[in-house]
């Protein structure tokens, strides 16, 4: 149903204190998002809904970077019918071709190390004596 706003954010079982401190802030619910089998780790998943989803969409577009479009989206969910059509299909431009974000705030070596392990991935070619350090996000097809 597109009446009422839900967010979602899943992180690994192991690192999930940042779910600990969305549902200590703003409520909703903490879920097993899944279970973890052989490589697979378990991911955890924080959801709000309703109204309350609204306020937290408000203050983490405040200070989120990436997600700032989306997130103002979801603070601002229209009660009209047509208008939450409007922003869901918004919501699915910015899924599909995120825009660049302009950084407004320095980059700090915590953030590109929560990004890193978020995202990153170290490589030693074979038959080199090199090694590269890799950020990268491929758009899910």
């Known amino acids: 149903s597109l009446s009422c706003c839900t967010l979602t954010v899943g992180q690994s079982a192991d690192k999930s204190e940042i779910?600990?401190?969305?549902?200590?802030?703003?409520g909703g619910g903490l879920y097993n998002h899944h279970?973890?089998?052989g490589l697979t780790k378990a991911c955890a998943q924080w959801v709000v809904r309703g109204a309350v989803s609204k306020v937290?969409?408000?203050?983490?577009?405040?200070?989120?970077?990436l997600k700032r479009k989306q997130m103002s989206i979801a603070a601002q969910w229209p009660s009209c019918k047509e208008m939450r059509r409007t922003a869901v299909h918004q919501l699915?431009?910015?899924?599909?071709?995120?825009?660049?974000a302009q950084c407004q705030?320095?980059?700090?070596?915590?953030?590109?190390?929560?990004?890193?392990?978020?995202?990153?991935?170290?490589?030693?070619?074979?038959?080199s004596l090199s090694l590269h350090l890799l950020i990268s996000q491929k758009p899910k097809e």
């Open 19 to 26: 779910l600990i401190r969305y549902y200590n802030a703003f």
């Open 35 to 37: 279970k973890g089998t």
């Open 92 to 100: 699915q431009i910015l899924k599909r071709k995120p825009e660049t």
């Open 105 to 127: 705030v320095s980059m700090t070596w915590h953030y590109l190390a929560g990004f890193f392990d978020a995202e990153g991935c170290i490589y030693v070619p074979p038959r």
């Open 56 to 65: 937290a969409a408000s203050h983490l577009a405040q200070v989120t970077w």
